[in-house]
């Protein structure tokens, strides 16, 4: 046991371990536990016992049902922090690998709640992802990213979406207006590479493909500086015929 600097008090630490020992007791009875046997299966006294299960009930860690203690609902939501955690781990490796193998930063976005929503990027200093100058959400009919997640959205998604953010020239080579970019929408092919050129960022080409996980409307991409034009395609078709292998990472990643 823990103990103070004069030998008597408990340290916070020492706490903590006795607040986690009563945790794993209770864990072990899903129809609950009195104190007193939650005291003795963690090894704590039972004054100390009483104390740290009030403190645990205050804070949701455990329930108190007719006299017996469950777990709360803030240990669920610990267990769901932790899988997400690593769900996302799992993502950025994902990326980074295919960022390694094609030399060229690699995104991966969603379409959730009426907003194209950057979820991750894999870049390095010697291949950097495309700097955020203009709004991402608001000129999505500028990037690869936004074109591709798009051109997935039924028409009174896509249109309710253009209401919201306007098409406007955001370089030279933009698309100019509304009906243009609903053209070109209208042309891409079922699960075709969106390439864009210079259209959100100068001296850029950006290719987008859509990602099949689920109901919600996903893309990955790839950037590349323009004197490295012909790479893009053979590039972004190397990611498309290897995508399959992060789908699971993809769709939790949609799903959060």
């Known amino acids: 046991m823990a103990t103070g600097t004069n030998g008597t008090a408990p340290t916070l630490i020492g706490s903590v371990q006795r607040a986690l020992r009563l945790l794993e007791a209770a864990a072990t009875h899903p129809d609950g536990a009195p104190a007193k046997q939650l005291a003795r299966e963690a090894g704590i ?3 100390t016992a009483y104390h740290l299960l009030r403190t645990l009930t205050h804070e949701d860690y455990l329930r108190r049902e007719k006299g017996v203690f469950v777990l709360g609902g803030a240990v669920g939501r610990l267990a769901v922090g932790g899988t997400v955690q690593g769900r996302r781990s799992s ?4 990326l980074e690998h295919w960022r390694d193998a094609i030399g060229a930063p690699v995104y991966f976005a969603v379409y959730r709640e009426g907003e194209i929503e950057l979820v991750a990027v894999a870049d390095t200093p010697y291949t950097p992802a495309v700097q955020e100058w203009a709004n991402f959400r608001e000129t999505g009919h ?3 990213i936004g074109q591709c997640l798009l051109s997935q959205l039924e028409e009174s998604a896509r249109r309710d979406h253009l209401e ?3 098409v406007q020239p955001v370089t030279p080579y933009s698309v100019s207006d509304q009906r243009s970019l609903s053209e070109r929408l209208a042309a891409t092919g079922r699960m075709q590479p969106v390439v864009e050129r210079q259209e959100y960022a100068l001296g850029t080409v950006c290719a987008a493909i859509p990602i099949t996980a689920g109901s919600t409307a996903a893309a990955m991409a790839i950037s590349l500086p323009l004197h490295q034009e012909e ?7 190397q990611l498309r ?3 399959g292998g992060l789908l699971s990472a993809l ?3 949609i799903s959060i």
């Open 45 to 47: 006294p039972l004054p």
């Open 91 to 94: 993502l950025e490796k994902s």
């Open 142 to 144: 500028a990037h690869a």
């Open 164 to 166: 919201r953010h306007p």
């Open 231 to 237: 790479r893009l395609l053979p590039a972004v078709e």
């Open 241 to 243: 015929l290897g995508v």
């Open 251 to 253: 769709s939790f990643s």
